[in-house]
């Protein structure tokens, strides 16, 4: 039986395991085996007769994350943090608290459900906090967590580079447009 350390189930490793400027290269290479070979296919059920000590993983002391390796948790997060509404949501949040249906306005064109859903998925991810208060009717109030807002501020820097650029992507569009 192969000992393999859990964060490879989830498409992780650690840093002694695979340095993290070669992940890509390992994504590729693991993709390209075979399913039966597939680490992430790997049974992990121990053989009848595996040693002890082989029943017991060595935990590493740190897993690198690997968004580009498809079982890997960080790609999850990103597909929500990096969707249209996720991106909304978290920048409008960096303004301070909001009641669901004040964030909602402000967030024009997302439907109650999929601004229900982003937020959730967000929660989910450490990314904002979710309070109720204790009134007649109860007063739910999203905010974001100090990872939300670091993740927030730096959507945030894209976004005023997509505005500042807005003429030149209009002028790129309509060259485009023309030569098609």
Not at 104 to 127: C, F, I, N, P, Y
Not at 140 to 163: C, D, N, Q
Request: hydrophobic content about 45%; glycine content about 6%.
């Amino acid at each position: 039986m192969q000992v393999r350390e859990p964060g490879l189930l989830l498409g992780m490793a650690s840093p002694a395991r695979r340095p993290r400027a070669s992940a890509s290269a390992a994504s590729v290479a693991a993709a390209s085996l075979p399913a039966a070979q597939s680490p992430a296919r790997t049974s992990r059920r121990p053989a009848a007769d595996a040693p002890a000590a082989e029943l017991v993983p060595e935990v590493p002391d740190e897993l690198v994350a690997d968004v580009f390796a498809r079982n890997c948790p960080s790609r999850r997060t990103m597909e929500v943090v990096g969707g249209k509404w996720g991106v909304l949501a978290l920048v409008a949040l960096l303004d301070g608290g909001y009641r669901f249906n004040a964030l909602r306005r402000r967030v024009e064109g997302v439907s109650e459900k999929m601004l229900a859903q982003t937020l959730h998925a967000l929660e989910r991810d450490g990314l904002v906090l979710r309070e109720v208060h204790a009134t007649i009717p109860p007063r739910v109030e999203y905010s974001l967590t100090p990872l939300g807002r670091t993740v927030a501020g730096k959507l945030a820097e894209l976004i005023e580079i997509l505005e500042a650029a807005v003429p030149e992507v209009l002028q790129a569009q309509e060259r485009y447009d023309a030569g098609s």
